[in-house]
T-cell receptor
Framework: RKEVEQDPGPFNVPEGATVAFNCTYS??????FFWYRQDCRKEPKLLMS???SGNEDGRFTAQLNRASQYISLLIRDSKLSDSATYLC????????????FGPGTRLSVLP | EPEVTQTPSHQVTQMGQEVILRCVPI?????FYWYRQILGQKVEFLVS????????KSEIFDDQFSVERPDGSNFTLKIRSTKLEDSAMYFC?????????????FGPGTRLTVT
């Protein structure tokens, strides 16, 4: 079983749509969780950390379900500039351990 | 805002040649990492470095690879004898001193093309 799995995508949505990304992870001892976005041939950039209680940042909402080992990201009122690949990233252990990346889900927001 | 920097941005080399990829992590950061991303594939961990020694390495990081922190600022990845399959983006990352939910900060990457 792959360590971090994501929806295969791509997602093509019109501007203004709401889009949801799903992610599952295999290591139940994983400590912290993140959503990064990656533009084509660029480095991953942190979009948001994911906390147990769920968290929101403007149009973005992240949820974590430790029991199901499931993470989600919701983007509301999507913009053209949201077009990117969204990476689910898991820190499987303590401070300093390498991050484990999902394969990413590509989003294209269409005018 | 401080950033991780990497040089060169693009390196073209012939198979069998040695390459050195350079990174300058953020100055007060403690752990440093190299990841690679083959075109169209996911980001894969290569190695982590802490307190002037390798902390962890993946199966990809074989004897052809080495890392070094030659001075207080640079962090290098050397590939001794490049293969075609080493063609990828190589990202350096670092993390600050311990905090809850410590994110990794990534450099812009070096695109390595082996011909």
């Amino acid at each position: 079983r792959k360590e971090v799995e994501q929806d295969p995508g791509p997602f093509n949505v019109p501007e203004g749509a709401t889009v949801a990304f799903n992610c599952t992870y295999s290591n139940s001892a994983s400590q912290s969780f993140f959503w990064y976005r990656q533009d084509c041939r660029k480095e991953p950039k942190l979009l948001m950390s994911v906390y147990s209680s769920g968290n929101e940042d403007g149009r973005f909402t992240a949820q974590l379900n430790r029991a199901s080992q499931y993470i989600s990201l919701l983007i509301r009122d999507s913009k053209l500039s949201d077009s990117a690949t969204y990476l689910c990233v898991v820190n499987p252990g303590d401070y300093g351990q390498n991050f484990v990346f999902g394969p990413g889900t590509r989003l294209s927001v269409l005018p | 805002e401080p950033e991780v920097t990497q040089t060169p941005s693009h390196q073209v080399t012939q198979m069998g040649q040695e390459v050195i990829l350079r990174c300058v992590p953020i100055s007060n950061h403690l752990y440093f990492y190299w990841y690679r991303q083959i075109l169209g594939q996911k980001v894969e961990f290569l190695v982590s470095f802490y307190n002037n020694e390798i902390s962890e390495k993946s199966e990809i990081f074989d004897d052809q690879f080495s890392v070094e922190r030659p001075d207080g600022s640079n962090f290098t990845l050397k590939i001794r004898s490049t293969k075609l399959e080493d063609s990828a983006m190589y990202f350096c990352a670092s993390i600050p001193p311990r905090a809850s939910h410590t994110e990794q900060y990534f450099g812009p990457g070096t695109r390595l093309t082996v011909t």
